[in-house]
Each structure stands twice: as structure tokens, then as C-alpha cells.
């Protein structure tokens, strides 16, 4: 799969759509300081279909994002031609998509920033061990930080939802390699860190 990917379309689509976008649904940044500069994989809580578009907006134009998505969207032909424009990755979530995390890894060792949601699907209520351990992996593999973010499940139209950037961190490298069971626990802590993040949590 090629990449064909235009940054001019990204921010043409960003002062066309997110005007739109916010004004049904506005929302509040939290945490401005943590959208640090250069390459992150920025984990979120996933509940909803606008939370990519959301993220981007709170992003800022500046900060163009990779979103992976499920690869059964770029099968719809003008659909497809937007995500790819928008420089999306495909993603197959019913094997180990190698293609996907070479796209991955390429975006983030170029310096961009990748967008995942480590439950791997929208879910209407916050379940840590749903998190799968792609995401970790591909932090490490990539040694960039991860970005952990929250949004509310229910975001009401004209209301403002909050956005919030946690602290970026790094997934420790070790001289051994990790084990299943390993990853399953990293995953577990991203998840908790997000859901930390939920000012109904504190």
C-alpha cells in the first residue's frame, strides 16, 4: 500500500471541517504543555467515531497525526480517497499486520506523530483489560514516547468536552526480551494512565 499522503490537504481539511466539527461539538484542551514537539504515539480512550477528529483538533494544525484505522474504511472508494490523503493507516485487526506497523514505525521514525486506541475498537464503557499490546510494542520498537489521552465517553453536541493530554513517557528498554505477559501489563498500566486522566477520578 502506497502512501499518498498530502499535508496541504491536511490543513485545508483542518480550517474547512474543524470549524464544522467544533461547533456541534466543541471541546476544552487540557494539558497543552504534554503535546510535546516531534514524534509520539499518542494513545487514547475510544468511544465515539468523531474522538480521531476530535484529538486532531486539540492536536492543533501544526501537529498533523497519523490515525490508525480499521482497514475495512478504506475499502469505501471516496472515503478511502480521504484517508489516505489525510495520511491514515490502514489496519487489520484480524491478524498481525505487518504492513501497518512498517507504516507506523516509518511515520514516527520521520518525525510525525501516530494516533492509536489501544482497546483496538470503540467501547461505551472504560475496561483496562480489553487494552491490546500493540500499541506498547510499538512504542518501544520505535522509542518514541507515548502520549496518554482521555476523553469522556458521552460528548454531548454543543457542549464542551475536555480533551486531556497526560504526561508523555517512555516504555523502559530492557536487555532481555519481554514476554506475553510482559506486554499485557505494560498495556494494562497505558490504560490505567489514560483512565487517571478522568477528572471524575480525582
Avoid at 502512501?3 to 497543552?32: A, D, M, Q
Avoid at 520498537?141 to 504526561?167: D, H, L, Q, T, W
Amino acid at each position: 500500500m502506497s502512501k499518498k499522503v498530502s499535508p496541504k490537504f491536511y490543513r485545508n481539511c483542518f480550517h474547512i471541517v474543524g470549524p464544522v466539527i467544533l461547533f456541534f461539538r466543541p471541546i476544552e484542551t487540557v494539558g497543552h504543555d504534554n503535546r510535546i514537539s516531534g514524534p509520539a504515539l499518542i494513545c487514547s480512550n475510544h468511544s465515539a467515531l468523531i474522538d480521531p477528529f476530535l484529538i486532531a483538533l486539540a492536536l492543533g494544525i501544526d501537529m498533523q497525526i497519523r490515525v490508525i484505522a480499521k482497514i475495512s474504511l478504506f475499502k469505501i472508494p471516496v472515503v478511502s480517497f480521504f484517508l489516505w490523503k489525510l495520511g491514515m493507516i490502514p489496519v487489520d485487526r484480524s491478524t498481525v499486520d505487518v504492513t501497518s506497523v512498517k507504516m507506523s514505525l516509518s511515520y514516527l521514525k520521520s518525525g510525525d506523530k501516530v494516533a492509536i486506541f489501544p482497546e483496538g475498537t470503540r467501547i461505551s464503557s472504560f475496561d483496562a483489560t480489553a487494552a491490546k499490546s500493540g500499541a506498547v510494542k510499538l512504542a518501544e520498537r520505535a522509542k518514541v514516547p507515548i502520549i496518554p489521552v482521555f476523553m469522556p465517553r458521552k460528548k454531548p453536541f454543543f457542549k464542551k468536552s475536555k480533551v486531556i493530554f497526560g504526561e508523555p513517557y517512555y516504555i523502559e528498554k530492557l536487555d532481555e526480551k519481554r514476554t506475553p505477559d510482559d506486554y499485557a501489563k505494560l498495556s494494562e498500566e497505558l490504560m490505567e494512565k489514560i483512565q487517571s486522566l478522568d477528572p471524575g477520578e480525582k
